[in-house]
C-alpha cells in the first residue's frame, strides 16, 4: 500500500511524493489505490508535467522505503517562458502497484490508462467510488476521472465556444496528451459516451490500437430522453438556468426543483453541485456553467456518430450497455442497427457489442455497481497484476 502526497511548497518548486510500499505477499486485492487531485491552478499552486528523480533509498527488514522527488522542468516563468495551458481538471487514481516511470525511461512500460467521462450536469466525481474500486481490483492500472467543459472544476476555465460533442472530446484528447497517457479504456455515461465515440473518431493518436470504447445508455444518434411523468434532461436544465445564480440554502433548491415535477433523486444528485460561496456557507452557487451545458445538451441531441460506428477502422471495439430500466429510450431500429453493426465489424481486434445491465436506470455506476464492474472488468483482465 503506498501514501502519496502532494505539495508546491517544496523550494523546487515541484511536488514531493513519498513512497511506502509494504511487502506484497498477499493477492492484488489488499492493495489500496493513490488518488491525485489535479484542479484549476493559481498563480501559487501551479501543476505542471514533471520527471521523477531518486533522491534517497534505504532498505529495510520488512520491506523497502523509498523516496522520490517530482522535479520541476518548467523554466521560471520570469524568463518570459509561458506555462503550459490549463486544460480540464481532473482526478487520477492509481493502482497500488503502478510504477512511476522516469522521463524518457524506456525500461517501464506506460502504465495502463482508463479514461472516465460523467454525462450532462455531473463531474468527475461521479466516478470516485466505481474507480477506487477498479484501481483496487486491477493495481497495475490508473484511472482519469476528468471534469468536463464547463462542468465541475473546469466550468472555471472559460472554455471557448461552441460547446459541443465534438469540441469536449477535442479537450480530452489535449489533455491526455498534455499527460503523455496513452489510454488503453475508454468509458462514457450519457453524454460521456458520446464524447468517448468522438474522441476515437477523431484521434489516431494519442489513443492506441486496439482501444475499447465503453459508450454507457446512449446511443450513437438521436436521444429519447424520458417519457411522460419522468426527469427529462432538457427540462431540468432549463429550471436551473431560471434559478438565481446565488442561494441560500440547498433545501430551498431542493425544494423548489420537487415542486417543479422532478424526482426527489434527481433533485438530490443536483444540489451536490452547489457550493458554498464564502467560509460561512450562509450562500451557495454551481459548480457549472448552465448555458455553456445547456449548448452541451443541444449538441448532444444532434450529435449523430452512426457512420462511425457502422464503418469502425481497425482496432477499435466499442461496447454499448443498455441500462434495463433506463429512463433514456432506446427504440427498436437503435437495437437492430447496432446488432447490424455487431456482425459487420468482425476483423480482429475490433468490433461492436452491446450489453444489458439488468436492474438499473439510468445512473447504472450507482443502480447497480457490481453487475457494471462484472461487465467492464473484461476489458482489464488482460493486464491484471
Known sequence: MSAVSCSTASSSGGCGIRFQPKTFASSAKTHSPNLIRIGPNSQTDRFCMHRLELVHETRKVRGTFIRMALVDERQSTSKGVAEPPRILAYDLVQGALVKWRWKDDKSVPDTPTAVLLHGILGSGKNWGTFARR??????????????????????????????????????????????????????????????????????????????????????????????????????????????????????????????????????????????????????????????????LYQSYEDTNLWNFVENLPRGVHVNFLKAERSLHRWALKDLQRIHAAEELASEEGGGVEMHVLEDAGHWVHTDNPDGLFRILSSSFQVLRA
Do not use: Y
Open 134 to 295: 477498479l484501481a483496487h481490483e486491477f493495481p497495475t492500472w490508473q484511472f482519469l476521472l476528468v471534469d468536463l467543459r464547463c462542468h465541475g472544476d473546469s466550468a472555471s476555465l472559460k472554455k471557448r465556444g461552441p460547446h459541443s460533442v465534438a469540441t469536449t472530446a477535442s479537450d480530452v484528447l489535449k489533455l491526455v496528451g498534455q499527460l503523455r497517457l496513452t489510454p488503453r479504456v475508454l468509458v462514457g455515461h450519457s453524454f460521456g459516451g458520446k464524447v468517448v465515440l468522438s474522441m476515437v473518431e477523431q484521434a489516431a493518436k494519442p489513443l492506441p490500437r486496439p482501444v475499447r470504447a465503453w459508450v454507457l445508455d446512449a446511443t450513437p444518434g438521436k436521444v429519447r430522453a424520458g417519457g411522460d411523468g419522468e426527469d427529462h434532461p432538457r427540462e431540468l436544465i432549463s429550471f436551473l438556468r431560471k434559478l438565481p445564480k446565488v442561494v441560500l440554502s440547498k433545501r430551498e433548491v431542493l425544494k423548489a426543483l420537487i415542486n417543479e415535477g422532478f424526482s426527489n433523486d434527481v433533485a438530490q444528485w443536483v444540489i451536490t453541485n452547489l457550493k458554498p460561496t464564502g467560509p460561512s456557507a450562509s450562500s451557495f452557487s454551481w459548480t457549472f456553467d448552465l448555458d455553456g451545458i445547456a449548448e
